[in-house]
C-alpha cells in the first residue's frame, strides 16, 4: 500500500499564509533613548504607559519584545509605522517563535 502525498496548491499556501498570526517585533538599537520608544509604543500602537514601558524595558533587557500580533496586513502597518519613527522592528510568522 503506497502513501498518498498531500500537495497544497498556490491559492491554499497563499491563504494559509494570510490566516496565520504574524508578530510585530521590536528589536534593540543603540540610537534610539527609552523614553523615545515608550512614546513611539504610546502613539503608534496605543498602548497605556506601563505597557509600553513594559515593552520598552524588555526590548533594553532581552535585546527585542513581541509588541503585537494579529493577521498580516495590519501586522504589515504597524512594522512600516514604527519603522517611519526609526524603530528597528520586523515581521515574523507567529509559528517561528512557538
Known amino acids: 500500500m503506497s502513501a ?3 500537495h497544497e496548491s498556490p491559492a491554499s499556501a497563499t491563504r494559509s499564509a494570510l490566516e496565520r ?3 510585530v517585533v521590536v528589536h534593540n ?3 534610539n533613548l527609552m523614553g523615545y520608544v515608550v512614546l513611539v ?3 503608534v500602537l496605543g498602548m497605556n504607559r506601563e ?3 513594559r515593552h520598552m524595558m524588555e526590548v533594553h533587557r532581552d535585546g527585542r ?3 503585537w500580533a494579529g493577521s498580516r496586513e ?3 502597518h504597524r512594522v512600516h509605522e ?3 519613527w526609526h524603530l528597528r522592528a520586523t515581521l515574523d510568522p507567529e509559528d517561528d517563535h512557538a
Do not use: G, I, M, N
Open 4 to 6: 498518498t502525498k498531500h
Open 21 to 23: 498570526r504574524w508578530l
Open 29 to 31: 538599537d543603540p540610537v
Open 41 to 43: 509604543f504610546r502613539r
Open 51 to 53: 505597557d509600553a514601558t
Open 65 to 67: 519584545s513581541v509588541v
Open 74 to 76: 495590519p501586522a504589515e
Open 82 to 84: 514604527l519603522q517611519t
